[in-house]
């Protein structure tokens, strides 16, 4: 079966002619989560704004990202305003890293939830809000009634990105693009949200293509992994094999740089990898 | 629970409104105490003062003979009764210049303000999300001839055009002068006609306002463009905004409901100000239509030394500031509830 996404020799260049990635093929398979790892300013980001067409004003993209989630296979690339609506929110989600900066701070979680439902799914206002309540509570916000209520200031960060995981799944998407969700967060609010995001591949069929640049956060998560380098891709495989035995120094460093080698199963943060 | 924090909130702004208030009066106060001299022989006429039985009585009114702190209440006492004391110039209880002058200004402050915000932040958005494309350049140009332009200047251009050139407008005032005005009621001119059903009157009074108002709007609108624009430009930056586009909302959707939401709180603040301004100095704009507003009303007391008008003005003046931060702070909590909720 073909993968849900496959990026073909993708290259951004922003305005200004800086190339921040280069030469990046990436696969999702159906079902999937999949690992980009890489230190900070090495093109993850511009890589996951470009699969939903957010990069900055006037960049240039080169390269295909077929999506087969939709009716029938599209190059991202290429999609006029129209397409993007259909496509963004409904079939592809984002999660950001900063979950109190990506929430409005004005607008109560409930607008927050079921706006975009109400859009796609052309839902009724009371059919919305009784799905955002389950959704709600399937991130384990406690009180999920109060809480439609509520402003995002009224929680607490790991809070905040469950409710911001609640809204990227509202209108069940096929692929679910998270990047670096649990970064801000702490040790026992991370393993909450990864472990929720592995129920969700395992009932739903979700997808996920995950941005960290934690490398025990990607052992613990992902079946596949990228490692990222100056906006192209330096090495690639299963993520297992990747970290144990890495073959690009750049890797090794990366794993080396780690304190508990050999423990993967703890997703303590690694600080070394942030660089 | 929702409900009695935001009564906390109304609760706390009243309260702060009015410790501002009774300083406003007290600085008001001072101002008397501190004219040189006398300020029974600044604020009566030389004709009074030769009259023992109006300085008398105006002792007694003023409660002179008392010390500083009793002449404050008294001072307070009679305010709060409205005695404002008379103008020399119009020989009439400054609260009573001040119903006829006010309205007037109201008149055209009121819709001027109303124009120049739904026009400055159409405009301001629109150049944000243009940003430094063509339509953001065009704005930008627009808003600099408009801030560059001296009010009275602008003024007598369009006067010379709509009503020199064109004439299609009135020269100035606030009806045409075979017109028998309307009771007064609201003190504006068009709604008291409305009221009495004239509305040939009504509209009479309408084109009278129309120069004026431009000349208000044009130059209230300059200076909200810029500000609108660099509040918007902020908040297009954010991640938020970026997550509503990333859900698949429509363009429109998120500009008006995520964007315009934001950005809104800055803008209000110089709103405020800017509808401050436009209720207390606006006299050049005044002068040039004939337009008997505060401004005017200010400017005469002022140029003829006439004490009690000129406090009178002072203290309408710092009440209407108050009052603006007042609705602007409600405002604020009204759009953002991390300000209402805490
Ligand atoms: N808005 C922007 N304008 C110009 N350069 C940017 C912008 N955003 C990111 N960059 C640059 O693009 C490169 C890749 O950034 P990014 O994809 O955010 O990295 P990562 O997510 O891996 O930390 C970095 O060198 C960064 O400095
Ligand atoms: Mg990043």
Redesign the interface.
Known sequence: MSPILSIEQLAITLRGDLRVVDDVSLEVPEGEIVGIAGESGSGKSMTASAL?G?LP?RSVTAGQAWWRGGREPVDLLTLD?RS???????EI??V?Q?AT???????TVG?QIT??MR??LKMSRRAARARAIELLDRVRIPDPEGAL?S?P??FSGGMRQRV?IA??LA?EPRLLVADEPTTALDVTVQAGILRLLEELRIESGLSVLFITHDLAVLAALTTHAYVFREGRVIESGPTEALLFHPEHDYTKTLVAARPQADDWDDPEPVAGATA | MLGSVLLGFLVRRAIITVVLLVGVTLVSFLLIQAVPGDTMSATLSEQALQDPEIVAAYRERWGLDQPLYVQYLVYMRNLLQGDLGVSQQTGRPVLDDLLTYVPATLELALPAMVLSLVIGVAVGLYAAVKHDRLGDHAVRAGTLVGLSTPPFWLALVVLYVFFFLLGVSPSGGRLSTWIVPPEQVTGSVVLDAALEGRWDVAWDAVQHTALPILVLTVLTVAMLVRFVRSAMLEVLDADYVRAARAKGLPGSRVLTAHVLRAGMVPVITVSGLAFASLLSGTVLVEQIFSWPGVGQYAYRSATALDLPAVLGVSLFVAVVYTAVNLVVDLAYGLIDPRIRLS
């Open positions: 939903l957010l004003d305003q993007w609506n259909r496509v963004r929110g409904r989600a984002m950001f900063d900066a990506s929430l409005h701070p004005m607008l607008t706006e975009h859009v796609h209520r402003y200031h009224q911001a809204a990227a209108c």
